[in-house]
């Protein structure tokens, strides 16, 4: 049953936030961010509801954050990298967490990329349709 | 919608470390014999896959089962035909005698379970499953790293005993071995039982047993289409379901009484620790866990390589952006070692809806164990020559440069908030004991109150092994099953 996913705009502003966090190109994050769209769905409802609360939080917490009363993506690039930072290296485990869950979820997408497996040299792996 | 009816002499209730050789054991004394497994059968399409999609398929909760206390602990299950035997990373240990005696010995079933009777279950095992230590070449050089640290450190440490044949070194374990070299049940046991007659099948969750006066007649549950079905059980029942499964099922059923059954849940939670070396590794060549060190086992803990797959050594790393893309680009030069602790504190486990709910949060001597393990680690990198060490410890440094700052690990927190931990071995939750007020099972592993009621898995363990369970789990099923083929109550 699907529950949850990620509309248009949400993986476009996750995308942005991946390709930060990553390092990573704008493609290949926005393959992650459909790649998380698509565990979203797939997912057991319980994991499902905390990741796409996780997601919502930081696309649009920049007003807690950061003070700025702005999605994510329309912030500087320095202010998104202060943000993303104040998430990622946060004193409060859940708030640390949160983010660590959906670093996690992406990096199955980011990992299983084709582009990212040929920069190290390694074999691929098949990443075929979850919904078998 | 009428039930999906059958029925056999025993059902097996999981197909996985404990289900597939009770039920081999079963069949080979010429019982009808069905085995009833949640998961589905693994395809060969199923093998090898990237992480997201072996958790998808092969794992329960699709990867995202935990475990909740003060800290979220990812609890890794195989859901599939063959279990978590599907998944792991293919070790064998013999149950140590210190092991044992805790284990069996503290309750006084020296008796009903002799540790010179699991020796010859394990005799078998290592033979049908082609037991052996991992090969030079299938160290890895994950493997030879830790090999040289503990011979520079003076730790006993050995290659690690592994089930599989002409193994291809794929790093693979984890996500169902892609060549099915690993000797994983369903490639094993499994089979075995099916050629004398047992039928396996995948896709069924046994939910409740029956039970009419004291004794349990059939299992009822529900297949992957959610279709109800019911399986008489003409001699008993057999629970082999995992120390997650088993106690939610007793606990449905209202078997067992409310006092231990889902309690005293027992694990070996483990955290990895990073190194990074001047010439390449690549830990994606090799067998996944290829070689360990011991020499800590009777202070608690076990240290092993584990060869992370990018996905998931990645998740280890902290840091984002530059920092994440400089630590990651060492993925080919990255040793990954892992502490695996045997933890004394208990959690619990009890249905809620479809799922499970668990409970653990470590003791404060078991973040002590690990803090040492932690600290061990890094000075076992740095021996071996790593040029970097990522403790992974949220509050601690971020990475090391040299053996000299090893030494500010003692100032780690012991908040287990502060460790990405992950636990795969689990006990306890249908604990033996002589008496019923004591315990969930009998020592003839016959659930107290109930005839015709076994439980076989890991959940009968008292306590944690203190090394990986799978070996004597399956030694401990098979003995359990030659008593239940002979004492079990008439059709």
């Known amino acids: 049953m699907e529950l949850f996913g990620l509309g248009e705009g949400a993986r476009a502003r996750l995308a942005v936030v991946l390709a930060d966090v990553f390092g990573e190109s704008p493609e290949v994050a926005r393959d992650v961010a459909q790649f998380m769209d698509g565990y979203l769905r797939d997912a057991p409802a319980l994991a499902a509801l ?18 700025r009363p702005l999605p994510v993506d329309a912030l500087a690039p320095e202010t998104r990298a202060k943000y993303l930072l104040r998430w990622s290296d946060s004193h409060v485990y859940l708030v640390r967490e949160a983010f660590y869950l959906v670093k996690a979820i992406a990096l199955f997408g980011w990992g299983a990329h084709p582009v990212v497996r040929a920069r190290f040299a390694m074999p691929l792996v098949s990443l075929t349709a979850r919904r078998t | 919608m009428s039930d999906i009816r059958d029925a056999a002499d025993f059902v097996v209730v999981g197909s996985g470390a404990g289900g597939a050789p009770a039920a081999l054991v079963l069949a080979e004394a010429g019982h009808d014999v069905v085995v009833l497994e949640e998961g589905p059968r693994v395809r060969p399409e199923d093998r090898g896959l990237a992480t997201s999609e072996a958790f998808a398929r092969l794992f329960r909760d699709k990867g995202t089962q935990v475990a909740m206390g003060r800290s979220v602990i990812p609890i890794l299950q195989g859901r599939c035909v ?65 090999r040289k640290a503990a011979e520079a450190m003076g730790y006993r440490g050995h290659a690690i005993r592994r089930n599989v044949i002409d193994c291809q070194g794929s790093a693979h374990c984890l996500e169902a071995c892609p060549t099915q070299r690993k000797q994983s049940m369903e ?67 209202g078997l067992g009484g409310r006092k231990h ?24 060549e090799g067998a996944t866990q290829s070689y360990e060190v011991d020499e800590f086992r009777k202070d608690g803990f076990k240290l092993e390589t584990v060869s992370l797959p990018l996905e998931l050594a990645g998740v280890r790393l902290a840091g984002i952006g530059e920092s994440f893309t400089r630590a990651i680009a060492d993925y080919p030069k990255m040793a990954v070692w892992g502490v695996q602790v045997r933890a004394e504190a208990e959690g619990k486990v009890a249905p809620s809806g479809g799922h499970a709910s668990i409970s653990f949060t470590p003791s404060e001597r078991d973040m002590l164990v690990f803090k040492r393990g932690v600290k061990l680690l890094a000075e076992m990198h740095f021996a071996a020559g790593a040029k970097r060490v ?31 931990m992950i636990a795969s071995h689990l006990f306890g939750t249908c604990r033996m004991a002589r008496d019923a007020p004591d315990g969930v099972v009998g020592f003839d592993f016959g659930v107290h109150g109930v005839r015709g009621l076994w439980v076989v898995d890991a959940s009968v363990f008292p306590t944690n092994l203190g090394v990986n369970p799978q070996h004597t789990i399956m030694a401990m099923a098979m003995l359990a099953a030659e008593g239940i083929a002979e004492r079990a109550p008439s059709a």
């Open chain 1, 50 to 67: 905390g990741l796409r609360a996780a997601i919502w939080a930081i696309l649009w917490l920049p007003i807690v954050f950061v003070g």
């Open chain 2, 82 to 146: 063959g279990g978590t035997t599907v998944v792991n990373g293919a070790i064998v240990w013999r149950l140590p005698e210190d092991a044992y005696e805790r284990t069996f010995g503290s309750i006084g079933a020296r008796d009903a379970v002799p540790l010179r009777a699991l020796e010859t279950k394990f005799d078998r095992i290592e033979k049908d499953l082609s037991v052996a230590p991992a090969s030079d070449a299938l160290l890895g050089g994950n493997g030879r790293l830790m």
């Open chain 2, 187 to 253: 490639v094993t046991y499994l089979p075995a039982a099916e050629r004398l007659g047992a039928r396996v099948i995948g896709g069924r969750e046994v939910r409740t047993i029956d039970v009419r006066g004291d004794r349990a007649v059939a299992v009822r549950g529900r297949d992957a289409e959610g279709r109800s079905f019911v399986v008489e059980a003409r001699r008993g029942v057999v629970v082999a379901a995992s120390a997650i499964q088993s106690p939610c099922i007793l606990r449905r059923s």
């Open chain 2, 261 to 284: 059954v889902g309690a005293h849940f027992r694990v070996h939670p483990g955290t990895a620790v990073m190194g990074i070396y001047p010439d390449d590794v690549r830990i994606w």
């Open chain 2, 390 to 420: 990522y403790p992974g410890v949220h509050g601690g440094p971020y990475e090391l440069f040299s053996r000299d700052e090893v030494d500010t690990l003692d100032d780690l927190p012991l908040d287990p908030r502060a460790y990405g």
